[in-house]
């Protein structure tokens, strides 16, 4: 029907996350964006108002989605388990040709952190699902025995999101893995006494 749209939304929205996540939100113009989605500029911006837009659709897809995926693996009963599944999944993601925007919520607060913008809240928002969700868990390790009640969740949390967040900008700032594992092996060591950071193979 003539007025309707004829393009699925959510394509338009998987085709810009790796886009956005490999330039940044300045690096990418809207003529990649248009090759990318197969979009013309106007229904890019009769459906998302401006290229923000659409970057910041991005942005709650991978809120609402990836982060909630991460965010389940630390319902497991015991806290050390719960933490290796969080972070193999967070590392997994990041190779996974499926989930090439791993890192664009980390790349996003980096660029549009200090911004006004619809973007930045977004960024807040998944930040602060993040460390609310880290910290009653951790709370919850303390209060179960399972850590040292020398620990403080808030700062346990703040820690935890630090090296995963910062094991991506060594990564990609170096071009290896080496340094990011290093992060992870020192969180472990850490919490749990480990000299290793198992299942990290594929980071």
Not at 50 to 75: D, V, W
Not at 96 to 103: H, P, R, S, T, V
Not at 106 to 111: F, R, T
Request: hydrophobic fraction near 35%; charged fraction near 20%.
């Amino acid at each position: 029907m003539s007025g309707n749209k004829q393009f699925d939304t959510d394509a338009a929205i998987d085709s810009a996350m790796p886009l956005f996540k490999d330039k940044g939100f300045s690096g990418t113009s809207l003529s990649d964006l248009e090759k990318s989605t197969k979009l013309n500029k106007s229904s890019i911006y009769n459906t998302f108002g401006n290229k923000e837009g659409l970057y910041t659709a991005c942005l709650e897809r991978f809120r609402i989605h990836y982060t909630s995926q991460a965010l389940a693996k630390l319902a497991h009963a015991d806290f050390k388990t719960a933490i290796h599944q969080y972070c193999d999944f967070l590392v997994g993601g990041f190779n996974d040709e499926n989930l090439d925007q791993g890192c664009l919520a980390s790349l996003a607060a980096l660029e549009m952190g200090g911004q006004e913008s619809n973007a930045k809240e977004s960024i807040k928002m998944g930040l602060d699902d993040m460390l609310s969700c880290l910290e009653n868990r951790c709370q919850l390790a303390i209060d179960q025995g399972q850590l040292s009640n020398q620990w403080q969740a808030s700062e346990l949390a703040a820690m935890i999101i630090a090296v995963n967040r910062g094991a991506i900008i060594l990564n990609r700032g170096r071009g290896d893995k080496e340094a990011g594992n290093n992060a992870y092996r020192g969180l472990f060591t850490l919490l749990f006494n480990e000299k290793e950071a198992p299942n990290l193979g594929t980071f």
